[in-house]
Structures are given as structure tokens and as C-alpha cells.
């Protein structure tokens, strides 16, 4: 199969580029153009034209999804029989200091895909990768959450992905655009960039390990309590639900289980080899964010029998290894932990 994936070098998508790859399929995976040399999802791109490289060495053609031409330009080269719609702003708080850019890449971009999709490469089927944050704020005795609970954004980007929805459903309904949707619940794993809190917390402490960081986390609200799935767990997901999922139709990605964002810190603390104080930063918090979110996969379940298979510690492990590889690779000169673990466990002893 000829395989299009928006986003591949961001956190989720260069996962996703991999797998097809190993499945013999021709990938061509688009890398982040925009105004910044950082994208919203975290793709790492060098300013010149041309092809980039993603946050997991992923490379592949540039392509800004606000860029019409670009994308017709794009499509009609390719012509995927498959497409995987992940490039987004993906941050919630970027979005509360850009919304405007979050609706045009969300939501303007889903359409520009979408359009040219259905006019330059007829019978694509197409995956658009949406997110639990539509759900919103929510009674807690209604989780875990099915794809039938209402639909409460409460930040510019979960409503630009509410919208970004109705963008798949209008194109499928009108045209007959095969296109299934996922609602990915919070998912954590190696290579996802700073700008989410578990990411943030690694490299902090892998900073301090390091000796180029003060022993300090900062952290926003420990009290909110949210799924932790992996992210090779959600690679697996959307693969199954691109060829197997009812087109229209959402579907959940989810591990049914909600945990306290601080016991996933106090896991991260467990692992560091040097002590950390943790401080509760105000820019941090965000605006509404629901106390609690979490949901039911059982709809994926029964389409293709998908469960989640990786524990939280071990996928917080992973985590923590990658930040201290990746700060130890950006760092100036040769540098050694300053403390190993069994140090560590000594002091404790």
C-alpha cells in the first residue's frame, strides 16, 4: 500500500511511519513547515525547504497543512491508498496563547487534507487522529467513557479537534471520503516533547542527573487524575482501526484506568539518581482542566480485540532513559551522572 502520514515526526507518527515500514508498505511521511523552528507537536525541523527531520529521526518532504497548494502538490504525487491525518497542534495550553494558530492547523488544514484526498486520490482511506480532551469536563461517575458521552471542550484545541470531527464526518457523509476516527486518550512514551508533563519531568530530572539543571521539578496540579497509555500501545490502535474501523465512526483509545498525575511523578522520583524537590509552578496550571478522564475501548475491543499490553512504570522508565540519551547528546563535552542508583538506594537503606 502507498501510505501518507501528516505529522510523522512527531511523537505518535514516527511510531506509526516505522510500523508500516516493517510491514513492506511505501511510506511517505510529512515533516512540520511552519513559522517555527519547533512545531506545535514537538517535530524538530530546520528552517531551509525541503526535507526535515522529526523528533524520533524521522524524516520526510516539509508540508505546512494551512499550505493548500502544498497539499494538493502533495497528494497528487503520492496518491496513498491509505492516510494517516496526524500533523495538529497538539498542546492544550499553546492553544489558550494561539488559538488562532491551533483552528488553522486543526481544523483549516483537516479540510485542505481531506479536500485533496477525495478529488486527487479517490478511494483513500483515511485516518483522522482526534483526542479525549473533547469530552471535557465530566461527571466522574460516568468514567469510563464511551464515544456516545457528550462532547465538552474546554480549551481552544479540544474544540478545534470537536470541529475537526465534524470536518471527517462532513467529508465522509457528502462524499463518501472513507474515514475513521480515533479519540486517543492521554498517552506517554519515548520521544514525546517536553510541552506534556511526564516529558517535562524526565528531562528535568535527566538535566539534573547530568549536573546541567538545579534538583528542582516543577510541576502544575498533582491532583488531576488522567490515563497514562503508551504510546507503542496507540501506534497499534490507529493501524487497526485505519483498516479495520467503520468509517464515520470514533473510536475510543483507552486504557480504562485513571491515575493521579503525581503517582506517575512519584514513579519518575523513584528512578532518579539524584533527589529532586518538587515545586508547584502557577504557569503550569491550566484553565478548566477536568479533575478526572478516562475511557472505555471496548467498542475498539470488539472491532479488532485491541488491549493495552505496556505497564506505566516501565513505559515511565523508557521515558526517563530517553531524556537522559537525549541530554546527555545535546550536552557540550564528555559528562557522567553525578549519582548512580544504587547511591541512591543507599541513602534510603
Known amino acids: 500500500m502507498r501510505v501518507l502520514i501528516t505529522g510523522a515526526g512527531g511523537f505518535v507518527g514516527s511510531g506509526l511511519a516505522a510500523w508500516f515500514r516493517q510491514e513492506g508498505h511505501e511510506v511517505t511521511g510529512t515533516i512540520w513547515r511552519g513559522d517555527r523552528t519547533e512545531s506545535p507537536s514537538g517535530e524538530r525541523a530546520e ?3 525541503g526535507e526535515r527531520m522529526g523528533s524520533d529521526g524521522e524524516t520526510g ?7 493548500a497548494d502544498a497539499v494538493d502538490r502533495l497528494v497528487a504525487r503520492v496518491r496513498p491508498e491509505w492516510a494517516c491525518h496526524l500533523a495538529a497542534q497538539s ?17 483549516a488544514g483537516t479540510h485542505l487534507l481531506l479536500d485533496a484526498l477525495r478529488r486527487l486520490s479517490p478511494g483513500c482511506r483515511v485516518l483522522v487522529t482526534a483526542t479525549s480532551d473533547e469530552y471535557g469536563r465530566v461527571d466522574p461517575e460516568l468514567c469510563p467513557l464511551d464515544e456516545d458521552a457528550p462532547l465538552r471542550p474546554l480549551s481552544p484545541y479540544a474544540a478545534s479537534k470537536v470541529a475537526q470531527e465534524w470536518v471527517a464526518r462532513t467529508f465522509y457523509e457528502a462524499f463518501g471520503l472513507e474515514v475513521v476516527i480515533t479519540r486517543a486518550f492521554m498517552h506517554i512514551g519515548p520521544g514525546q516533547p517536553p510541552s506534556f508533563a511526564t516529558a517535562d519531568w524526565a528531562r528535568q ?4 542527573e547530568a549536573g546541567l539543571g538545579a534538583a528542582v521539578v516543577a510541576v502544575g496540579d498533582l491532583s488531576l487524575a488522567r490515563e497514562f497509555g503508551d504510546v507503542r500501545d496507540v501506534v497499534r490502535a490507529y493501524r487497526l482501526v485505519l483498516e479495520h474501523g467503520v468509517p464515520g465512526e470514533p473510536y475510543n483509545v483507552a486504557t480504562g484506568r485513571a491515575r493521579p498525575l ?4 512519584g ?15 502557577p504557569a503550569k496550571m491550566r484553565p478548566a482542566d477536568p479533575p478526572l ?17 505496556h505497564r506505566l512504570e516501565d513505559t515511565l522508565a523508557d521515558v526517563l532513559d530517553y531524556w537522559r540519551a537525549r541530554v546527555m547528546a545535546d550536552a557540550p563535552g564528555d559528562r557522567s551522572f553525578r549519582h548512580d542508583r544504587g547511591a541512591r538506594e543507599s541513602r534510603r537503606s
Open 47 to 49: 528552517r531551509p525547504s
Open 91 to 107: 498542546s492544550a495550553g499553546l492553544s489558550w496563547r494561539d488559538p488562532t494558530l491551533t483552528y488553522a492547523v486543526n481544523v
Open 293 to 309: 478522564l478516562t475511557g472505555s475501548a471496548a467498542k475498539l475491543e470488539r472491532l479488532v480485540g485491541w488491549k493495552p499490553e
Open 267 to 281: 514513579i519518575l522520583l523513584d528512578l532518579a539518581r539524584v533527589d529532586m524537590e518538587v515545586r508547584v509552578d
Open 61 to 67: 518532504p516539509a508540508l505546512d497543512v494551512r499550505d
Open 205 to 208: 530530572i535527566a538535566l539534573a
Open 262 to 265: 503525581g503517582d506517575a511523578l
